[in-house]
């Protein structure tokens, strides 16, 4: 039996495909390497001393995908194929829309198809929307996301929904991300979007190597204690082990359908990360407060109760490790 993770050489992909590994597993791991590089397979394998089965396709190429199916014993299947560049999304919500939704609609009818019901989606904390108190709660209606990226996650979310709904043989785990940064301590695995990051962490460290001059802290004047936004910072490492749990629960019981948040449910500011990036690294970031960015919200971060008491899942890793682990993979990239 084996798992099937799409988007398996991304960066959070990458990082559950070890988990799974450590844990004994069998995977088949897909990918078209459209936001990834060959490599990552191979330092998979280095880290975990383990081998699998790969192929390289799109995950909406049914014919492909048919053939993933024929050929393994796939029991169920784990989903990180996807764009997720909030501001790219808003400039392409058309290859957004059909990649991430069109696509998974491809991979829930092979699902169907070969009878392997079993399914965990990357979903993320942009589902709550704007409207709804912090912290969030599983049990909160989902609102209106701010991006196509967002919406994506939505309209999956209501898909699989009534998927359930339909057929009740179906086990299926929402986990809403918040934001994942770190990498894994061998130095091996890291995020490495292309061009100029829009992300917080990917900036910080370009900054600190020297690529990029200085941070923008986007807004310093919101209602926050040090005026920045609050974000709920998990550990990719961390979050790699809540689909492991989340997978073992679909295996144990007949679960239905369920959501659990992905936080610690502690909130930093952007300050906070610059300046523990800094003590825990001693690199310098320079920084300058710019104006706001367009669509961010003053603060959010998870009650992260409901995945600790269902899942046994608590995140371990420190902002410290979290920091200190994403300059180290930056730190290898230049060496090799
Ligand atoms: N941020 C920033 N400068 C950057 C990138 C991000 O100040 O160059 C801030 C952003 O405004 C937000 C936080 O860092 O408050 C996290 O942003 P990111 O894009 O990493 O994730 P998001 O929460 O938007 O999904």
């Known amino acids: 039996m084996s798992v099937l993770v799409t988007g398996g050489a991304g960066y959070i992909g990458s990082h559950t495909a070890v988990e799974l590994l450590n844990q004994g597993r069998d995977i088949v791991i897909i990918d078209?390497?459209?936001?990834?590089?060959?490599?990552?397979?191979e330092n998979i394998r280095k880290i975990t001393g383990k081998d699998f089965k790969f192929y390289?396709?799109?995950?909406?190429?049914r014919k492909a995908l048919e053939n993933v199916f024929e050929e393994n014993?796939?029991?169920?299947?784990?989903?990180?194929?996807?764009?997720?560049?909030?501001?790219?999304?808003?400039?392409?919500?058309?290859?957004?829309?059909?990649?991430?939704?069109?696509?998974a609609?491809?991979?829930f009818d092979t699902m169907r198809k070969y009878n392997v019901k079993k399914f965990v989606f990357s979903s993320s904390a942009t589902v709550y929307g704007e409207k709804n108190p912090i912290p969030y709660v599983e049990t909160m209606e989902t609102g209106k996301a701010s991006s196509p990226y967002g919406s994506t996650k939505?309209?999956?979310?209501?898909?699989l929904e009534d998927i359930y709904k339909s057929d009740n043989e179906w086990d299926i785990a929402l986990l809403?991300?918040?934001?994942p940064i770190g990498s894994h301590e061998s130095g091996l695995l890291g995020e490495e979007p292309q061009g100029i990051p829009n992300n917080l962490m990917p900036y910080i460290v370009r900054v600190a190597c020297g690529q990029?001059?200085?941070?923008?802290?986007?807004?310093?004047?919101y209602d926050t204690p040090d005026g920045t936004c609050i974000r709920d910072y998990i550990h990719v490492v961390d979050l790699a082990k809540g689909h492991i749990k989340a997978l073992e629960k679909l295996e144990k019981e007949r679960s239905g359908i369920f959501t659990y948040n992905l936080g610690t449910g502690v909130g930093y500011s952007v300050l906070d990360v610059v300046k523990t990036f800094e003590k825990s690294t001693g690199q310098k970031v320079a920084y300058k407060i710019a104006d706001r960015r367009a669509g961010d919200l003053p603060a959010f971060y998870a009650n992260a109760t409901k995945a600790k008491e269902e899942l046994g899942w608590i995140p371990e890793k420190t902002l410290e490790d979290m920091c200190r682990d994403s300059w180290h993979y930056i730190e290898m990239r230049s060496k090799s």
Do not use: C, H, W
Request: avoid cysteine.
């Open 32 to 41: 078209d390497f459209s936001n990834s590089k060959p490599e990552v397979l």
């Open 176 to 179: 809403r991300y918040f934001n």
């Open 73 to 103: 014993n796939i029991d169920s299947v784990i989903n990180f194929a996807g764009f997720k560049a909030v501001g790219e999304s808003t400039k392409k919500p058309i290859e957004y829309y059909i990649n991430n939704v069109s696509g």
């Open 154 to 159: 939505v309209f999956i979310e209501q898909i």
């Open 56 to 61: 390289q396709i799109d995950y909406s190429d």
């Open 212 to 221: 990029l001059k200085e941070l923008s802290v986007f807004g310093g004047d």
């Open 105 to 107: 609609l491809v991979l």
